[in-house]
């Protein structure tokens, strides 16, 4: 097999345990490695992306792979909405027990919520109150204070909080959403 001839200004990135490969007119620059497959049995070749090759040199990727394994997604939009609308004449009654029956509510109307996340979620049976009236109570109230439905809430429950290895970041957030939530002044941020 022969080598590929390739131009000197291509052939000047190639160092030990690399590959070029052109695509078209272009030249991209690999890390050439290979791996054990059980069942196989020669080890299999590997080759990673480093950047594509020009005459002033390599333009390295700035992308970062990620296995599937190492992100997680959680409802964000919509549960960040209620519990910054939450108003303090339903807070009050209840007490210090606040934060937490409102982590229940929020479980039963998003089930993917973040805060099962953030928070070890107590169970009903810990509290004395009927929490299909505190859902109801809640919803009445923030309509009230702020003028916004449950079901128009709702719409919010497509912005996600994604959790990557090192760093959360909040999803894509659409035209309507941003409307929606410019208009009850509530920002999504990840601290």
């Known amino acids: 097999m022969s080598a590929k001839i390739y131009p ?6 190639k160092t030990r345990g690399t590959t070029i490969k052109k695509v078209g007119q272009n030249y991209y620059l690999y890390k050439h490695t290979s791996k054990r497959v ?4 020669y080890p ?12 002033d ?3 390295r990727s700035r992308k970062k792979k990620l296995t599937i394994t190492e992100v997680e997604v959680k409802e964000y939009g ?16 209840l007490g210090d027990d606040w934060e937490d029956i409102l982590a229940i509510i929020m479980m039963k ?24 009236a505190q859902m109801g109570s809640l919803s009445r109230r923030i309509y009230n204070e702020h003028g916004v439905t449950m079901e ?14 090192k760093e959360t970041v909040v999803s894509k957030i659409s035209e309507d959403q941003g409307k929606l939530l410019g208009r009850i002044q509530v920002v999504l941020e990840v601290c």
């Open 38 to 41: 059980p069942g196989k049995k």
């Open 152 to 165: 128009e809430l709702h719409c919010l429950d497509g912005i996600y909080l994604v959790y990557l290895e």
């Open 44 to 55: 299999q070749l590997v080759d990673t992306y480093i950047g594509v090759i020009t005459p």
């Open 109 to 132: 109307w998003s089930p993917n919520s973040y805060i099962s996340k953030e928070r070890p979620i107590r169970k009903e049976e810990e509290f004395h109150c009927q929490f299909a």
């Open 78 to 93: 919509f549960s960040k909405a209620v519990q910054e609308l939450c108003p303090q004449d339903w807070k009050k009654p």
């Open 8 to 13: 000197d200004w291509v052939q000047a990135q």
């Open 57 to 59: 040199g390599i333009i």
